[in-house]
Structure formats: structure tokens, C-alpha cells
């Protein structure tokens, strides 16, 4: 049998205590305070279970809306070098008309 911390013992028996009827045994109430001990614990592995799937699902969401500002990102470079180019080759092209035409 797996033995739960001190401090969930003393709240489990708190508890078996405070609903004790009149004429239960310290043995009935011994044995409503392990329910009670177990039902805790297993209570705190659900919530822990829980909040674990939760951080795992905040991660994902997080990598994932990085990755789209990422590509985006890369998109608008991508987009701004497209648009760049033809302006620079006209400029070149003009550039070179007139040093042709300076120079004949």
C-alpha cells in the first residue's frame, strides 16, 4: 500500500473526525479516514494530470502561433524582395542608358 504524506493523513483525519457519528468506533473512523486519505490523492493526481495536459496544450498553441508569425515574417521578405526587383533592374537599365548615351 502506497503511504500518502503526513499532512494529507492529518487532513484526512480532520475530516473523518469533524463527520464521526455517535457511536462509530475508532476503527470505523480509522478506516473512513484511509477512504477519505485515498480519495484525496487520487482527487490531487487528476488535478495534476490535468494541469500537465493543460501546460502541454499551452506549449502547442504557443509553438504553433510562433511558427505562423515566423512564416509570415518570411512571407513579407519574400513578398518585399519580389516587389524590389523589377524597380532595381528598371533603375539599372535607366542607369545604363544614360552612361550609354553620355558616353557615345
Do not use: C
Amino acid at each position: 500500500m502506497q503511504k500518502h504524506s503526513q499532512e494529507l493523513q492529518v487532513e484526512a483525519q480532520k475530516v473523518a473526525k469533524s463527520i464521526q457519528k455517535p457511536k462509530q468506533t475508532k476503527e470505523q473512523t480509522k478506516l473512513i479516514a484511509n477512504g477519505i486519505e485515498k480519495g484525496i490523492a487520487e482527487y490531487k493526481k487528476q488535478q495534476s494530470k490535468k494541469s500537465r495536459q493543460r501546460d502541454k496544450a499551452k506549449k502547442s498553441l504557443l509553438r504553433e502561433k510562433n511558427n505562423q508569425v515566423q512564416q509570415s515574417n518570411e512571407e513579407k521578405t519574400k513578398t518585399n524582395n519580389t516587389f524590389n526587383l523589377p524597380w532595381t533592374l528598371l533603375a539599372i537599365s535607366w542607369l545604363g542608358f544614360i552612361i550609354y548615351l553620355y558616353l557615345s
